[in-house]
């Protein structure tokens, strides 16, 4: 139990272009799920915290119009990144929270052209 | 402020032998957790093993287990019997049951088996 998928694993794109990663609970519902980014090796760093139904909550630093995000349902949150450029890429990962536990998706690579 | 330290940039232990990843952390919340996990080089999070801050026993997972000294703010995680598949990083992390149950991560331990 407790997975969630994250789609797509891998993303290529050219500069100036948006790129939406999705975050997915299958087997329970989640009305917090939060998104970290990972540069290469380094840890994990809390972007913000995505409530279903209503805004996201955004960790000091991090451009909210940057970086949108939508927790439309009770399984699913997207992060877009807006106009990515190179220095977007990094390795991006959710987590949906169940219980006091967060059950981690397996990430999406980013590279920005 | 929370945070949680990790001394050992990297490390490198014989198959077969146990090994000990340190963890240091720091809160003024009375409730809290702590985790450890393994992230391999094709980046998923595994998790390996959780501490309550009340639990009065050190935790256990097959042959991983969390020597926790509260007095110490200390976490450490003990791999028993290390494999060539425990090479990975291991991040340590807590969270706080008042902070909306954010985790926070420690920079994390490279985890070398040689065989």
């Known amino acids: 139990g407790a997975v969630v998928s994250q789609h797509p694993s891998w993303v290529i794109c050219k500069s100036g272009t948006s790129v939406k990663i999705e975050c997915r609970s299958l087997?329970?519902?989640?009305?917090?799920m939060f998104w970290y980014r990972q540069f290469p090796k380094q840890s994990l760093m809390l972007m913000a915290t995505?409530?279903?139904?209503?805004?996201?909550?955004?960790e000091q630093g991090v451009e909210k119009d940057k970086f949108l995000i939508n927790h439309a349902s009770l399984t699913l949150s997207t992060l877009t990144v807006t106009s990515a450029h190179p220095e977007d890429s990094s390795f991006y990962i959710c987590?949906?929270?169940?219980?006091?536990?967060?059950?981690f998706g397996d990430g999406t690579r980013l590279s920005i052209l | 402020a929370q945070k949680i330290t990790q001394t050992q940039p990297g490390m490198f232990v014989q198959e077969k032998e146990a090994v000990t990843l340190d963890c240091t952390y720091d809160?003024?919340?009375?409730?809290?957790?702590l985790f450890w996990y393994k992230q391999p080089s094709s980046g998923e999070m595994i998790f390996l093993i959780y501490?309550?801050?009340?639990?009065?026993q050190n935790a256990t997972e097959g042959r991983y287990s969390l020597n926790f000294q509260k007095a110490r703010k200390s976490a450490n995680l003990v791999i028993s019997a290390s494999q060539l598949g425990d090479s990975a990083m291991y991040f340590c992390?807590?969270?706080?049951?008042?902070?909306?149950?954010?985790?926070?991560f420690g920079k994390g331990t490279r985890l070398h088996i040689l065989p």
């Open positions: 087997d329970f519902q989640a009305t917090t």
């Open positions: 995505s409530n279903e139904g209503s805004k996201a909550t955004y």
């Open positions: 987590s949906a929270k169940r219980g006091g536990f967060q059950h």
């Open positions: 992390a807590m969270r706080a049951r008042n902070r909306d149950d954010k985790i926070i």
């Open positions: 809160t003024s919340d009375p409730s809290y957790g």
């Open positions: 501490q309550g801050s009340y639990d009065q």
